[in-house]
């Protein structure tokens, strides 16, 4: 609030008061990556659209993950000559850098990805065929496991339940690609995906811990550039090893020609945040959510990607 005052010798003059108040910064629950000038930027917004911009630092800003208890968003940065893991408030203050002597670092930096611990206190992360847990503070930096020899670490999860983690692993090509449960140990308990002819990608655990979601490249193309053709959203059941095909064409809802990419839980577990863009690699990458079941396929964001929903 404010008033303004005037006066001379011989008198004083008060205005009236004026005042006005901010609003309490909205408890959005869905982050995600927008491209703008050749950058990447971290945006908030909740299910209407209404988004906000957190992040504005040089440098590209990149594969938001909200903490388990919402308070907090850790992303990917390049400011420096490395990418390293940095955390902020829900509200983009407080921004501080956790990695300072192992960044995070893999086949391909725009593609890794990293795990919060259950209980919001620690980081996993991967330095090529290394994986590390971290505190946010930047101490207790620990080495988890390591990859397979000829192999290096590019996504993982970490689930409360039974301390499990689930790492997928890249080999000499881009396209070359494991999928092991892991404890947190290190040791490799059991492989869920083994290599097969496309791209693979998008890891991460149920709620409960019971189910995987990942996506592959139904085509099997491969060429050089790392291109996919056909890329399918799959859940596997880790207890009966089921796996199911959420973009198959019996829901007839995703678009020939393009990929679903980068998908993610919805809070509840009843829906998946994910990215369908045009198999050109140059379209407009949108951002949709669907049914557990692959139905009910809606866009959310246009010119958006890299989702997370808690």
Do not use: C
């Amino acid at each position: 609030f404010w008033q303004v005052i005037a006066k001379d010798s011989y008198s004083q003059v008060s205005s009236s008061i004026w005042s006005f108040e901010t609003k309490e910064f909205p408890n959005n629950r869905i982050v995600f990556a927008k491209e703008l000038d050749g950058q990447y930027q971290i945006f908030s917004s909740d299910m209407e659209g209404n988004m906000l911009q957190l992040t504005y630092q040089a440098g590209s800003n990149w594969r938001p993950r909200i903490s388990p208890d919402r308070n907090q968003i850790a992303f990917l940065s390049n400011i420096g000559i490395d990418t390293h893991i940095f955390v902020m408030d829900r509200d983009g203050s407080d921004l501080r850098q956790v990695t300072q002597e192992v960044p995070i670092r893999g086949y391909n930096n725009m593609e890794v990805d990293f795990s919060w611990s259950p209980d919001g206190t620690e980081l996993l992360y991967m330095n090529n065929a290394h994986l590390f847990r971290i505190r946010l503070d930047g101490t207790g930096l620990n080495r988890v496991a390591t990859a397979p020899e000829g192999f290096t670490f590019t996504e993982v999860d970490w689930t409360a339940d039974q301390e499990l983690i689930v790492a997928r692993v890249t080999g000499k090509t881009i396209y070359e690609s494991d999928i092991f449960i892991l404890d947190m140990e290190g040791n490799y308990l059991r492989q869920i995906f083994t290599d097969i002819p496309g791209g693979t990608g998008g890891l991460q655990f149920s709620i409960d811990g019971k189910f995987v979601l990942y996506t592959h490249d139904v085509s099997e193309f491969e060429n050089a550039a790392g291109r996919q053709l056909d890329s399918h959203i799959f859940v596997k059941n880790l207890e009966n090893n089921v796996t199911f095909d959420l973009s198959g064409i019996e829901f007839r809802g995703k678009v020939a020609g393009t990929n679903d990419l980068d998908p993610r839980f919805s809070p509840d577990g009843s829906k998946i945040i994910f990215v369908n863009t045009n198999n050109d690699g140059i379209s407009v990458r949108n951002i949709m959510t669907m049914d557990i079941d692959g139905r009910e396929r809606t866009i959310l964001f246009e010119g958006a990607e890299m989702p997370d929903w808690r």
